[in-house]
């Protein structure tokens, strides 16, 4: 598929995230010849800025050659128009530039928005680019939208109204940047090009399902930002909860963004929200005190930068979630994330049943484990799958043997997430981005968990000492069913 051309706006270009991911993403596409010679991108921000020291920003964080051919055909492409998020005169000022490089490059009046400012400004945008007639011209005009969307259910619906605004839901392209992994996108390969998995992907065969999102890193300078969020907030509500459903889902009738996104609010839809006595059953939450990473010590959480030293914010999160639906119902889902534990992994548990008729003697019944296919997103990634296999001799020892398939293996580089979500909001392709539904029922399950924890904070924090795996109590989660994490 051809990118057509266009201009990509990009608000908030002075910040992180143009540096460290929209950047080298651009860079990316423009070295595999995916860009359209006719495009430009437009920076735009308060930070006082002109074309060239904007182009020298990027070169900068980019740590790339001046004579880098890649980077010389996308550096004449990079422009700035500086302003504040939203008022009249900005918007007159940011409408002559867009006309402007449209004429210039010859755009066929394309716009494609993104939204890579802090949440804050994002109404003031919004309502800047409407009332400006900038959400519409004679070519297709889309806007991308940045995580997060909203802080609760109330919140994210009153963003969607108002982006209803200015835009058709078909235009509206809402980040999670799971969705970009190539691994995640390989769920859907696994489990519907695959005939031998699809058969036992539900609770006939399937005992449990575990999500763990571990990150060793705590929150940086973040502090402020994770303050008003935590990680139900940061990360259980879109990307664990995006795994979840690509885990979960019925076979959709297309890979059509709506097809694929009509069966993964079907899964949300299938999740009931907690009642407010059920929430500390079935959710552990913790939040990380100092301790060792890698042999240095680290911070508590309480003692990072612009963070509350009574801060009540959690930092870990794990949770026991039922999806009621014929293919589901008692299959427990156990989702874990958390920053400061031990390592970065993000890895899917599907734990199948044992056999059902023990075949062997005692001893070696003993030995046998039921199988678990071991999907893992980040790092190394890869699929495993545990199969039960004979021990080399006489008699009938068993032991446990891994099929695995790496894509290190495979000796490629894998894209970064953005380069995909990029492209593909370029090429107006939908499939990974969230539709409004979805949000909206995604908030529906968190926002009683939020409710309840606002009503009575953690009386324990810190719970957890940084560099182990969470507070006791998410052990216990599982040990109550007679279960235990399987990353470890
Ligand atoms: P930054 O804090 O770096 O902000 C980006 C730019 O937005 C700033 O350089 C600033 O530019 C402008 N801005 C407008 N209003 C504010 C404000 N109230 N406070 C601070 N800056 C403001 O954010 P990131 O680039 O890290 O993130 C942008 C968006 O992307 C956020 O919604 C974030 O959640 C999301 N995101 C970021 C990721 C990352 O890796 N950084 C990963 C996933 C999502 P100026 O002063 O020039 O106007
Ligand atoms: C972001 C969260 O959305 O995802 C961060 O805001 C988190 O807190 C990050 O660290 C994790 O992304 P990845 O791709 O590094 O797993």
């Known amino acids: 598929m051809l990118t057509p051309p266009q201009l990509l706006t990009i608000f908030g270009a002075s910040g992180d995230l143009m540096r460290r991911k929209l950047g080298p993403a651009l860079l990316q596409l423009a070295r595999q ?7 430009a991108v437009l920076g735009f921000g308060r930070t006082r800025m002109d074309d060239e020291s904007f182009r020298n920003l990027i070169t900068d964080t980019l740590q790339v050659s001046p004579t880098d051919e890649a980077w010389r055909w996308l550096r004449e492409r990079l422009f700035y128009c500086q302003g504040g998020y939203g008022d009249e005169a900005s918007m007159r000022r940011l409408g002559e530039r867009i006309n402007e490089l449209d004429a210039l490059w010859r755009l066929e009046s394309n716009r494609l928005f993104y939204l890579a400012t802090p949440p804050e400004v994002f109404d003031d945008l919004v309502i800047g680019l409407r009332e400006s007639g900038l959400n519409k011209s004679s070519g ?58 699809e058969p036992l992907w539900n609770y006939r065969f399937v005992d449990h399902i575990q999500i763990t999102v571990a990150e060793s890193e705590g929150i940086g300078n973040r502090g402020q930002y994770y303050e008003t969020a935590g990680a ?51 959710v552990v939450r913790g ?12 911070p508590a959480y309480r003692d990072e930068p612009y963070v509350a030293p009574d801060s009540t914010t ?4 794990a949770m026991r979630l039922f999806v009621h639906n014929w293919r589901w119902e008692g299959v427990p889902f156990y989702l ?30 003993g030995q046998l484990k039921p199988n678990l296919l071991t999907i893992r997103i980040q790092p190394d990634e890869g699929i495993i799958l545990r199969v039960e296999t004979k021990v080399l001799g006489m008699g009938m020892q068993v032991r446990s043997t891994p099929l695995d398939f790496y894509y290190a293996d495979l000796g490629t580089k894998i894209p970064d997430a953005y380069e995909r979500l990029l492209l593909d909001a ?63």
Do not use: C
């Open 426 to 488: 370029m090429r107006g392709d939908q499939t990974l981005f969230m539709r409004a539904d979805e949000v909206e029922a995604a908030w529906e399950i968190v926002t009683p968990i939020l409710r309840h924890w606002k009503n009575s904070p953690a009386p324990d924090f810190p719970n957890y000492p940084a560099g182990t795996w969470g507070p006791e109590a998410a052990t216990q989660l599982l040990a109550h069913d007679n279960r235990r994490w399987l990353t470890e």
């Open 140 to 197: 297709w005009v889309r806007i991308v939208v940045e995580k997060p969307f909203g802080h609760d259910l109330d919140s994210a619906r009153q963003l969607n109204q108002l982006l209803w605004t200015a835009f058709d839901e078909h235009a509206i392209f809402r980040i999670d940047h799971y969705l970009g992994k190539e691994t995640v996108q390989n769920l859907l390969v696994l489990r519907f090009g695959n005939t031998i998995f």
């Open 33 to 39: 010849g995916l860009l359209p010679d006719r495009f």
């Open 314 to 317: 959690e930092t870990f999160v």
């Open 232 to 282: 139900l907030r940061d990360m259980v509500v879109n990307h664990l909860f995006q795994l979840l459903t690509l885990i979960a889902m019925e076979p959709p009738i297309s890979l059509d963004a709506d097809a694929v996104r009509d069966e993964k609010l079907r899964v949300l839809r299938s999740i009931r929200p907690f009642e407010p006595e059920e929430v500390d059953d079935h």
């Open 287 to 298: 939040q990380y005190g100092a301790g060792t990473m890698g042999g240095r010590p680290v």
């Open 336 to 365: 874990r994330t958390g920053k400061r534990l031990p390592r970065r992994v993000t890895e899917v548990h599907i734990q199948f049943r044992p056999v059902p008729f023990l075949l062997f003697p005692p001893e070696t019944a």
